[in-house]
């Protein structure tokens, strides 16, 4: 019983809508009280939850194009509920699969450094704290208490803002409620993003828009049905909850980060 | 037991291999770090009651409405406004990161008096009292002299009461010298004042569109109201309808549009006539709006069909003619065709010819005033002040004419000419300029060829800067009077960029001023006040919140509870209406124009056989160029193929790289007539060969460490041309040679 009422939270990104602007990266620095350093050009050490890549197709001049595609963690499912690439490998059970709601959680002070699931991520969705946070004088007043800061020595990551469940579900509980509405739990990236690209919502709710615009397979992991959907990797057999839309079959194609001369050998290759 | 060389030698060599080899030394340092860890410098943001504040963005022109939380008094997050007009609850990453130039280390805190040299840092923190008497002496001394004309001020904008008292100041002392900051809303002005004979801002009803033909212009890249312009795109997404993106270069815009293509850089209104032809000869044009309400078709479609046939468009533009024929045909087909120009986010105006080529692609579909076109949206008449009583030094001091050149013989119809400016000052033709205001602008980054704008700030004797940050401009001030920042002061935001309909916003604090800071409203005021006399009549305000309360009337309270003030509807105008000009309709020539001469391109500086590439600047949303720059988290999203370390990349296309012997990475070395600059190369495919592309908002020395030194500024690299009719600066690049560095 207790299952059947279990929520699997995800995303959807229309990367024909996504103009790559980056207002779900900051909106998601802001919300998460993320920190920065002066020089944050070198991308390994740069701390985004939310990171936006540049993928492009390929050709020459004029014949290029180009897409974008903001990839916040995928809160992979893995082959069996909660078997997820980064949880598996935590020897502190720092990062946990939430049954209830499909997050994976991060816990900072547990957490103490080794960085096996920076490895076993195969989304480069995490993030190390080389060095202490540090907000220049004053610039502290804006960090918000929802969520603590992290300290040096710990993996941080997307957490589909939980803190926002967490205060969603505390509001409908004071009005006497058990459910949330859709409108009710949405992340920050979500909520910023002003070309209306991104959609959150519960997988298993056939009334939320995210179900209704991939339609994904719940038999088989969630894998969507819609041809235009995609999620990133999907041979890894990680099952994300983050579907990605594209009409143009070039960037569905580098989603799934096909080799070249692949094609012919996925067939041999037989999928548990 | 003695100790020889050997053994001791012996003692050192051992005692560091056992120190090394033992665990111990490894063992203290993974303790202190884990131990160091927990020391309180992680702070731990404390709790309080949640609110929120609805107020506006006024970061950019974009006009945004925004929620703010709170928790107690500190400010924690800004978040897009629901239901607001502007932009439904989105936002874009400039504003979502506001509160970082709230808190930031920027601010500017206290007035402060410049003790050492110009630019060299050393301030003396003064009183409010003393900064104001101070103003007030120097502007009273040169009025005294009869030479009131000689003050001006380089405005943001002439919108809204803040700079419109800025204006009633400068007009009651007895200034013309107001001087906005320029951006294609100049020329699309201009163009509206010739061919409708109107005074009014351009407005695109965009959300009603069904094909969008944008010469150059960066939907999604930050031009007009950039969220409002992101939702349109979606809507385009959902409703099937189409975007046509010209230029050059493989802008976000144009991988997002329907159809990129790409053109010669600066030959667009060749194309715009090109399309016209095609239209005109196939009969595809508006046939009741032209014969009824148009003036002069008759010779403008000569001048069309004689000189933009397709073939000799192909070689101008480099775009075959087949597909400048099936481009008009589907423009003149769609149902809701708008044509729009305006480089990038529209920083540069452009040539006049250009906008109104592209307006009367406008006209020939007949989507004037109309659902889905473009709109001549007369700003909202709110602000009703008294008439000024003029004395007569003040009215001797107008009657000079202004130092830009803007409404002198020359350029009569131009309103403002900054571009103009340095090159007035450094050659003092006219006269000097000894007082310069700066409010809501940062001209020694924005304006172009930094050294020449450098060069006339340093003649000027009296620089006062109202910004709230220490931007470039401040830190070459005399006198910086700071302003409150954004989220701490009331203030009306007038009509964003290219909206259809008036929407006046309102800002207002968020938090209580943070520092010894004044509103520019009341500074004024203060000012008028010391001044005396008629200056002091005409400012009977105690306070600019009074000001501000008084002039809204009714509208105020409904702002307070909404955060802005939206107008009705679009004012659907009938044509009979709707143009003002000598014959009552349309001009297709108006003869101030030139557009029946025949083309020729703005001759960029630079000649080729020194200067064989061209330089383009790009814009991109998350690269801050106007007043203020990137706050360290849009600079986080900034790309390392863009910045890497304090390495700004150009794009080049893998041939031209190939030719000049570059590979991906390297250092080069870019010179212009303008300035020299060092670079690394990025190989892009999406740049048209022969060009040289260069992000705009990099190379800020002032603001803080974050973004100072990083990058270059494209203002260094190129200077204006001036447009022979207009005025404005034409300039859409320069030459440039690239040697290995």
Redesign the interface.
């Known amino acids: 019983m207790k299952h059947k009422k279990a929520k699997k939270y995800g995303m959807v990104i229309?990367l024909?809508?996504c103009?790559?602007?980056?207002?779900c990266?900051?909106?998601c620095?802001?919300?998460n009280?993320v920190p920065?350093r002066?020089?944050?050009?070198?991308?390994l050490l740069?701390i985004?939850w939310m990171r936006?890549y540049?993928l492009?197709n390929g050709?020459?001049?004029?014949n290029?194009?180009?897409?974008?595609l903001p990839r916040p963690c995928m809160h992979c499912e893995g082959q069996h509920e909660g078997h997820s690439p980064c949880v598996t490998v935590c020897p502190a059970i720092a990062t946990d699969y939430s049954i209830e709601t499909g997050i994976v959680s991060q816990i900072y002070t547990r957490c103490?450094g080794c960085r096996y699931c920076m490895a076993s991520c195969p989304y480069h969705a995490r993030y190390f704290n080389w060095w202490?946070?540090?907000?220049?004088?004053?610039?502290?007043?804006?960090?918000?208490?929802n969520v603590?800061?992290?300290?040096?020595?710990v993996v941080e990551k997307c957490s589909f803002c939980f803190h926002r469940y967490q205060m969603a579900k505390e509001k409908a509980f004071m009005e006497g409620r058990r459910e949330l509405k859709e409108d009710e739990y949405q992340t920050a990236c979500t909520?910023?993003?002003?070309?209306?690209?991104i959609t959150f919502g519960d997988l298993n709710n056939p009334n939320h828009a995210v179900h209704r615009m991939v339609k994904p397979d719940l038999k088989h992991h969630g894998r969507p049905t819609n041809p235009n959907a995609f999620r990133l990797l999907e041979r890894l057999g990680t099952n994300p909850k983050v579907y990605y839309l594209s009409s143009r079959e070039w960037v569905r194609r580098a989603g799934d980060n096909y080799l070249e001369k692949e094609v012919k050998l996925k067939k041999t290759v037989h999928h548990g | 037991m003695k100790i020889d060389r050997r053994s001791f030698l012996s003692f050192l060599i051992g005692g560091a291999a056992g120190t090394t080899l033992s665990p111990l030394t490894w063992k203290l340092m993974d303790d202190s770090?884990?131990w160091t860890?927990?020391w309180p410098?992680?702070?731990?943001?404390?709790?309080?009651e949640a609110s929120y504040v609805n107020s506006a963005c006024s970061l950019c022109s974009g006009g945004c409405g925004i929620t703010v939380?709170k928790?107690d008094d500190?400010?924690?997050?800004?978040?897009?406004m629901k239901e607001h007009p502007v932009?439904n609850?989105?936002?874009?990453?400039l504003g979502?990161?506001g509160?970082?130039l709230?808190?930031?280390?920027t601010r500017v805190r206290t007035p402060l008096k410049r003790v050492g040299k110009r630019g060299q840092g050393r301030w003396e923190k003064i009183s409010w009292k003393d900064a104001v008497s101070e103003v007030s002496e120097t502007l009273g001394e040169l009025r005294e002299k009869g030479q009131s004309h000689t003050a001006g001020i380089i405005s943001g904008s002439d919108r809204g009461t803040v700079p419109r008292l800025f204006d009633r100041f400068l007009t009651v002392y007895g200034s013309p010298n107001l001087m906005r900051t320029s951006s294609i809303i100049d020329s699309y002005e201009l163009t509206l004042h010739l061919m409708q004979g109107v005074q009014a801002l351009p407005g695109f009803d965009f959300e009603n569109a069904d094909f969008i033909l944008s010469f150059g212009s960066g939907i999604?890249d930050g031009w007009g109201s950039?969220?409002r312009m992101?939702?349109a795109?979606?809507t385009w997404?959902n409703t099937g309808g189409k975007v046509i993106q010209i230029e050059p270069r493989?802008s976000?815009t144009a991988?997002?549009s329907d159809k990129?293509i790409?053109i010669n850089p600066g030959t667009e209104a060749s194309l715009a006539l090109g399309i016209a032809h095609v239209i005109i000869k196939e009969s595809l044009y508006d046939a009741g709006f032209i014969n009824y309400y148009s003036e002069g078709f008759e010779d403008w479609k000569r001048f069309v069909l004689d000189e933009y046939g397709p073939d000799s468009v192909a070689t101008v533009t480099g775009i075959d003619s087949t597909t400048i024929i099936a481009l008009a045909r589907s423009f003149a087909r769609a149902s809701k065709p708008l044509a729009i120009c305006g480089r990038g986010q529209g920083t540069t105006p452009g040539s006049l010819n250009e906008c109104t080529a592209v307006h009367a692609l406008n006209a020939l579909v007949g989507n004037i005033n109309k659902k889905g076109g473009i709109f001549a949206v007369a700003e909202p008449d709110y602000i009703n002040w008294p008439e000024i009583e003029m004395d007569d030094s003040a009215a001797a001091g107008m009657q000079k004419g202004r130092l830009d050149g803007a409404g002198s013989k020359k350029y009569p119809f131009s309103r403002h000419l900054l571009n103009r400016l340095p090159q007035a000052v450094n050659s003092g033709e006219k006269y000097p300029l000894k007082a310069l205001f700066v409010a809501g602008a940062n001209p020694l980054y924005t304006m172009s060829d930094s050294k020449a704008v450098k060069k006339a700030f340093d003649k000027v004797p009296f620089v006062v800067s109202f910004s709230s940050y220490m931007d470039e401009t401040a830190q070459n001030a005399d006198l910086i009077l700071p302003n409150h920042a954004y989220l701490e002061r009331y203030e009306d935001i007038p009509t964003p960029a290219g909206m259809p309909k008036p929407v006046i916003g309102l800002s207002r604090p968020v938090v209580e001023p943070?520092f010894n800071t004044k509103h520019t409203g009341d500074v004024i005021i203060l000012l008028a006040k010391a001044m005396g006399g008629n200056i002091a009549d005409a400012f009977a305000w105690n306070s600019y919140d009074e000001c501000l309360k008084e002039t809204l009337g009714y509208k105020w309270r409904v702002m307070v509870e909404k955060g802005f003030w939206s107008y009705p509807d679009i004012f659907v105008q009938t044509h009979e209406k709707s143009f003002d000009t000598v014959s009552g309709k349309f001009e297709f020539a108006p003869k101030e124009t030139g557009s029946l001469k025949q083309f020729k391109p703005v001759n960029i500086e630079g000649d080729k056989t020194n200067y064989p590439l061209l330089l383009i600047p790009y814009d991109s949303?998350?690269l801050a160029n106007g007043v203020v720059g990137d706050p360290?988290?849009?600079?986080?999203?900034?790309?390392?193929?863009v910045?890497?370390?304090t390495d700004v990349f150009i794009e080049l296309?893998?041939?031209t790289a190939g030719e000049h012997g570059l590979r991906e990475g390297q250092l080069a070395m870019l010179s212009t007539p303008v300035g020299k600059a060092r670079v690394k190369v990025h190989l892009f495919?999406?740049?048209?060969?022969g060009l040289v592309a260069l992000p705009r908002g990099l190379g800020h020395t002032a603001f803080?460490?974050?973004l100072a030194g990083k990058g270059i500024n494209f203002n260094e690299l190129i200077g204006p041309v001036e447009d022979s009719v207009s005025g404005l600066d034409a300039a859409w690049g320069i030459r440039v040679k690239l040697a290995k560095a």
């Not at chain 1, 002066?38 to 991308?43: F, I, L, P, T």
């Not at chain 1, 290029?64 to 974008?68: A, F, Q, V």
């Not at chain 2, 410098?41 to 309080?48: F, I, L, S």
């Not at chain 2, 495919?685 to 060969?689: A, E, K, L, Y």
Request: include cysteine.
């Open positions: 229309d024909d809508k103009t790559g602007c980056g207002s990266m900051v909106a620095m802001a919300e009280n920065f002066k020089d944050e050009s070198d991308k740069s985004t936006i540049k492009t050709k020459p001049f004029p290029i194009d180009i897409c974008y103490f202490d946070p540090v907000w220049p004088d004053g610039m502290e007043k804006y960090l918000s208490p603590s800061p992290r300290m040096r020595g909520q910023a993003c002003p070309a209306g690209a | 770090a884990i860890q927990m410098w992680t702070p731990v943001p404390e709790d309080g939380r928790i500190r400010a924690v997050k800004i978040e897009g932009n609850g989105g936002l874009c990453l979502l990161s509160l970082q709230l808190y930031g280390p999604i950039p969220v992101f939702r795109n979606s997404c493989l976000n991988a997002k990129w790409p943070q949303i998350r360290p988290f849009v600079m986080k999203s900034v790309d390392d193929t910045l890497k370390g296309n893998p041939k495919d999406g740049i048209m060969p803080d460490d974050y």
